[in-house]
């Protein structure tokens, strides 16, 4: 999003997770029927963000979605009524168990229904959004060498490009990155932890469901009889190719979920970017405001970037403290 009075470029670094990932902003945790850390602050700023960013480049960014959780028992009908009672959830979950009637989907005892979810098409976004930076000589599409960059405590050059700051926000591509000086998985501390997730895509022309459906795993309607479903975690994995192994546990998940015979189609990966307390990572890990960080945003990046990214401006522009839960120097050296 463009700011006023501001200049600045973006590039690209590394593939990331987010092309991959299945943009589905939930605000809840539907495995435990608890809201999602910080909930209310990143959906409120999320949609601001995305609604302003849409006006930019002249197309819709989210989508209303309805989720359905699949209620494994009667106890589970009773947690989940019992969770939309409580204040946070009860502006999110409804407090109604869903009669199921589609035949293709096994919930005998019902369905929990969310609101105020939203669903997104990352890889499309992304495409967009640079073909609109691009326009306005705001992007470089290239591998970026470390080794081109010069710092000094007030200004950066990298190449031809000079700069006050720079901003790594890399995913998981961050642990090739010479200045990120934190332990990362599967040596030291295990700080910064890479997070393997594969999705499959399936053809399933009898489902015929609209909502995204969860259970052991989620399943979001692609159209066209396409679903994407997943995902798997694979910790301490920062290898990118897909594996039989994902495909088989996800398809095997995906059978105690749907009645209906599926095909799959496609299978796509990428690494989660995760932090050994939860985390983000946010703000600079030494003295100067030269160099930053936004990173560790987990499975929920598209809710939390617009927030995290508003704390880390504030911290550079304008002197604002980062909170210090999502402060990177936590784990400085």
Not at 177 to 185: A, E, L, Q, R
Not at 211 to 225: F, N, Q, R, S, W
Not at 275 to 286: A, E, F, N, S
Not at 308 to 313: F, V
Request: aromatic share 8%.
């Amino acid at each position: 999003m463009i700011t006023a009075n501001l200049s600045w470029l973006l590039t690209v670094l590394n593939k990331g997770a987010t092309k991959a990932s299945g943009g589905v902003l939930n605000p809840t945790v539907l495995k435990r029927f608890t809201p999602a850390w910080n909930t209310v602050e990143f959906v409120l700023k999320a949609a601001t963000f995305y609604e302003s960013l849409a006006r930019d480049i002249g197309q819709q960014v989210l989508s209303g979605v309805a989720i359905h959780r699949i209620l494994a028992s009667v106890e589970e009908q009773n947690n989940w009524m019992v969770a939309s009672d409580k204040e946070i959830l009860s502006r999110f979950l409804s407090p109604k168990i869903v009669k199921n009637n589609n035949t293709a989907i096994s919930a005998p005892f019902g369905l929990g229904a969310v609101t105020q979810a939203s669903i997104m098409r990352p890889y499309n976004l992304l495409k967009t959004y640079q073909d609109f930076l691009k326009k306005q000589d705001q992007f470089i599409e290239a591998q970026f060498d470390y080794q081109e960059l010069i710092i000094t405590k007030t200004a950066v050059q990298y190449k031809d490009i000079k700069a006050t700051k720079i901003v790594f926000a890399e995913g998981s591509g961050v642990v090739h990155n010479p200045y990120f000086t934190i332990d990362v998985s599967p040596h030291g501390k295990k700080v910064f932890v890479g997070n393997k997730g594969e999705y499959i895509i399936i053809k399933a022309p009898e489902l015929q469901s609209e909502a995204i459906l969860k259970g052991p795993v989620m399943v979001i309607p692609l159209g066209d009889d396409l679903y994407k479903v997943g995902a798997s975690y694979g910790r301490d994995d920062y290898s990118t190719n897909a594996t039989l192994g994902a495909c088989e546990e996800i398809s095997a998940k995906l059978s105690k979920m749907i009645s209906c015979d599926f095909s799959v189609v496609d299978q796509v990966t990428g690494i989660r970017p995760t932090v050994k307390d939860r985390k983000p990572l946010v703000g600079c890990l030494h003295s100067t405001k030269s160099v930053s960080f936004l990173n560790g945003l987990g499975t929920r990046g598209l809710t939390m970037a617009p927030s995290l990214a508003g704390h880390l401006y504030d911290y550079l522009e304008n002197d604002v403290q980062i909170p210090e839960l999502i402060d990177i120097k936590r784990f400085a050296l």
